[in-house]
Nanobody, 128 residues
Framework: QVQLAESGGGSVQAGGSLRLSCQQSGGAFSWYTIGWFRQAPGKEREFVAAITLSATYYADSVKGRFTIARENPISRDNTQNTVTLQMNNLKPEDSAVYFC?????????????????WGQGTQVAVSS
């Protein structure tokens, strides 16, 4: 059973930075595609960024400001992985609950329905 736990959310002023972490543990595979999604009140959950074995993907709204990365190298012996989302030059419209999610493989990484496992989310609030 894969478990995901987000951390690092908080409140910042516009232009500030936050670094979110997604701790993945358990599961039969040493790697999963990890995606970050966010959901603001009254809005659909939307794609933010994803990282596969060999590539990274970003929503247009965060490209150039957010960076997704794996903290530890992928290896057969490592079933615990941390993926970070560095968020710079934050804007009020970035305010949302941020969720990390995992899928085996790299199918349609921008589509939330392709992800099997989800964390509980962490709140990000950006004030103007």
């Amino acid at each position: 059973q894969v478990q995901l736990a987000e951390s690092g959310g908080g409140s910042v002023q516009a232009g500030g930075s936050l670094r979110l972490s997604c701790q993945q543990s358990g599961g039969a595979f040493s790697w999963y595609t990890i995606g970050w999604f966010r959901q603001a009140p009254g809005k659909e959950r939307e794609f933010v960024a994803a990282i596969t074995l060999s590539a990274t993907y970003y929503a247009d709204s965060v490209k150039g400001r957010f960076t997704i990365a794996r903290e530890n190298p992928i290896s057969r012996d490592n079933t615990q992985n941390t993926v970070t989302l560095q968020m710079n030059n934050l804007k009020p419209e970035d305010s949302a609950v941020y969720f990390c999610a995992a899928q085996i493989g790299n199918r349609a990484v921008r589509t939330r329905l392709e992800y099997t496992y989800w964390g509980q989310g962490t709140q990000v609030a950006v004030s103007s």
